[in-house]
């Protein structure tokens, strides 16, 4: 089993927020992906930086953190996911995040788990193994 590692991690991380070596520790039996949605997201913060040298700071974080994690990418098996997880949750009227439902069927279609602080999101979808990661947050 694996586990897909949800952007709120990698920013608390970048933030010095996150205790992501004793993270590691506690799952190195489990293979970490970052979802190709979190890559998108991270990259955002690049170019929504209010200046040159933070975007650029963030950059540098951006690819230490894919060097960590390796990326998997979102395409018709996660899409397939991503339709059905939409459509189930609409229809009981509990939607959540569009990138939050991408990561969630990226995760149910490699069969792992996503690893979060924002548990309330992620624990809506059927099916979906939730790794709480607030035990890992520095105050």
Do not use: K
């Not at 950059?59 to 395409?75: E, I, T």
């Not at 939050?100 to 309330?120: C, E, F, Y």
């Amino acid at each position: 089993m694996g586990l897909i590692i949800d952007t709120c991690i990698f920013i608390a991380e970048e933030r010095g927020r996150f205790d992501w070596q004793s993270f590691a520790a506690a799952h190195e039996a489990e293979e970490a992906r970052m979802s190709a949605v979190t890559l998108s997201e991270l990259l955002r913060g690049v170019h929504r930086a209010s200046n040159p040298q933070r975007a650029q700071a963030r950059l540098r974080s951006v690819q230490g953190q894919m060097q960590a994690v390796p990326l998997l990418a979102f395409g018709y098996a996660e899409a397939q996911f991503h339709a059905r997880i939409v459509a189930e949750l609409e229809s009981c009227g509990s939607m959540i995040g569009s990138y939050d439902s991408m990561i969630a069927a990226t995760a149910l279609a490699h069969g792992w788990s996503v690893a979060t602080l924002n548990l309330a999101e992620f624990q809506r979808v059927p099916a979906l193994t939730v790794i709480d990661a607030t035990p890992w947050l520095r105050q």
